[in-house]
């Protein structure tokens, strides 16, 4: 134990010397670390400084905001949905996950691709479906059954919303996690004589559960920093505390109350990032030699395999329905009374929305990249370096992934308000944003890949005279380009489509499609709103593949994307 302490240590220090050869790495590091502390630190510094009202004690903002009902009634209402609905995504991610991964039905391409249309659709736009069916004057509640003032507001849409929402990202997750545990632990298990439901429940399950576990936490982030669907479907009956963090400021001006309540928001979502990152990602059970295909076909008898077949054939309908009357929304003339064929909502979109269009995709492009790249190259220091403050590099910058939008808007607005940092209502406040929130998700990748990958390949590289630049441009990058696709994809869909933070830092200079769509919806003009939808994902569809083509070319490599 002490021979392989010395040897670490000796690494250590060799790396260090290496580093300090290096001056452009040491500006590098240097420079990433300032740009953590300046738009992920910073923000919340000024939002917690903003929410301690000045002359009072320490709690007495918090004390006189909580006295109100309403507020009480807001945080226990986010709470109760946080939970609801990552107990709902994960029940029904993990049934299509375990489904596609080992049960033998057909199809499984097919299900694949209806979960993954969520994710490149804004987040509100299920809330947006709930009304074209359910709302007052919805296809279904008034124009098949006649029914007005349908009870669909409140926490019944919202959990409706938020499940369809979020359910992909735990089928995502725990598909990997299903892939990668060895088949051969359940044949042992059924040798031995083992039912089919104790082989699931002594088995897979305990298996599954630390990705179950990590996909609960991961939505219950989302669900508590989700503001567009609350703000679509939840009403003043049921108030959250991230539109009414977004209220205080905007409809009361009253910033402190504001700052506060994105503080009490911030506690249960940072809490939940470090028990995922800290406690349940590292509880992996998993073990890969080999994947027999004769266990998918043990795994469930033939009336639960057609069972779990109708289930998942169930949820792609409702994914398609939700997300195909947005379509038939946008070519109707008035939604409600009128669905004969018209092209006047995109006439309107085109005259009204072209500006914002075209800054929606002028913020994605330059954050785009920006991101992507960054992204790979703290993964690359964070496992390839060694150097003082690593740790402290990672998780702050994995921090910002916790971070609810309504948190990191308020932040922005308040830490660089005034001069020397005057950004507010510029191009630049709103690429920060995108940058530095999403910018997790291609870090998280990005070590991922590299853990995968034997350093021996840079170390020769290293060996033959190339500096850590053309060790990272050359070798790297290219070895690690499925995971930097990913991380652009992520990186333009989510500037494409992320609202919450985005709507505190739009300006009449630079506005943002999402932001849009949810002016129209509030104004009631749904087929507007559609029609501005099926715009944006038309655009992110496209940005996928040219992204696809524009990185296979730039590194010569090739390979299938796999989300």
């Known amino acids: 134990m002490l021979q392989d302490a010395r040897q670490k240590a000796r690494r250590i220090f060799l790396e260090l010397g290496r580093i300090a050869q290096e001056p452009w790495l040491i500006i590098s590091i240097l420079a990433i670390f300032t740009l953590l502390a300046l738009f992920i630190i910073l923000p919340i510094l000024k939002v917690v400084q903003m929410s301690l009202a000045p002359g009072e004690s320490v709690l007495a903002t918090y004390f006189n905001l909580f006295r109100s009902w309403?507020?009480?009634?807001?945080?226990?209402?986010?709470?109760?949905?946080?939970?609801?609905?990552a107990v709902l995504a994960v029940f029904v991610g993990f049934i299509m996950a375990y489904t596609v991964t080992r049960v033998n039905?057909?199809?499984?391409?097919f299900f694949n691709m209806v979960a993954i249309i969520p994710v490149i659709s804004?987040?509100?736009?299920?809330?947006?479906?709930?009304?074209?069916?359910?709302?007052?004057?919805?296809?279904?509640?008034?124009?098949?059954?006649?029914?007005?003032?349908?009870?669909?507001?409140?926490?019944?849409?919202?959990?409706?919303?938020?499940?369809?929402v979020f359910f992909p990202v735990a089928y995502l997750s725990l598909k990997g996690v299903l892939e990668a545990i060895n088949p051969t632990l359940e044949d042992a298990a059924f040798d031995l004589g083992a039912s089919r439901w104790k082989v699931f429940r002594r088995v897979t399950l305990p298996l599954a559960a630390p990705g179950i576990a990590s996909a609960l936490l991961v939505i219950f982030i989302e669900s508590l920093a989700d503001f567009g669907n609350p703000l679509v479907l939840a009403g003043s009956s049921f108030p959250t505390l991230a539109v009414q963090a977004y209220l205080e400021i905007t409809g009361m001006y009253n910033l402190p109350g504001g700052a506060a309540l994105a503080v009490v928001l911030l506690i249960p979502s940072v809490t939940a990032f470090i028990i995922q990152k800290y406690w349940v990602s590292k509880k992996s059970y998993v073990t890969v030699s080999g994947k027999p295909t004769r266990s998918s076909v043990k795994s469930v008898s033939n009336t639960t395999r057609w069972i779990l077949f109708a289930i998942c054939c169930l949820i792609s309908i409702v994914v398609l329905v939700f997300y195909g009357i947005i379509f038939i929304g946008a070519f109707s003339q008035a939604w409600g009374y009128d669905y004969s064929f018209t092209l006047r909502n995109f006439?309107?979109?085109?005259?009204?929305?072209?500006?914002?269009?075209?800054?929606?995709?002028?913020?994605?492009?330059?954050?785009?990249?920006?991101?992507?790249?960054?992204?790979?190259?703290?993964?690359?220091l964070v496992v390839r370096k060694s150097f003082l403050g690593k740790g402290a590099m990672e998780f702050t910058s994995m921090l910002s992934f916790a971070l609810p939008g309504t948190v990191v808007g308020i932040g922005y607005i308040l830490a660089f308000n005034q001069k020397p940092l005057l950004l507010t209502g510029t191009l630049t406040i709103l690429v920060a944003n995108f940058v530095f929130r999403y910018v997790p998700v291609g870090i998280q990748n990005g070590v991922a890949t590299l853990q995968q990958i034997d350093p021996g390949i840079e170390e020769a590289a290293t060996d033959l005279g190339a500096n850590s630049q053309t060790v990272f441009r050359r070798i790297t990058l290219p070895l690690i380009s499925p995971a930097f696709f990913s991380g652009l994809v992520f990186a333009f869909v989510r500037a494409m489509t992320a609202i919450s933070a985005a709507i505190f830092l739009v300006s009449a200079n630079w506005n943002l499609m999402t932001v849009q769509i949810l002016s129209q919806v509030s104004s009631g003009r749904l087929g507007a709103a559609a029609a501005f939808s099926i715009i944006l994902v038309g655009i992110i569809v496209v940005a996928i593949v040219l992204i696809r083509v524009i990185v296979n070319r730039l590194l010569g490599v090739k390979f299938e994307a796999k989300f």
């Open 105 to 109: 039905i057909p199809f499984k391409k």
């Open 347 to 380: 006439s309107y979109v085109w005259d009204v929305g072209y500006k914002t269009i075209k800054d929606t995709v002028t913020v994605a492009l330059l954050s785009t990249p920006i991101s992507g790249i960054m992204g790979m190259f703290i993964a690359f």
């Open 122 to 164: 804004p987040p509100f736009v299920s809330g947006l479906s709930i009304l074209l069916l359910f709302g007052n004057n919805g296809f279904v509640t008034y124009h098949l059954l006649g029914i007005r003032n349908f009870p669909i507001y409140g926490l019944r849409g919202l959990l409706i919303a938020q499940t369809i």
């Open 70 to 85: 309403y507020m009480r009634r807001a945080l226990v209402n986010s709470l109760i949905t946080g939970v609801l609905s």
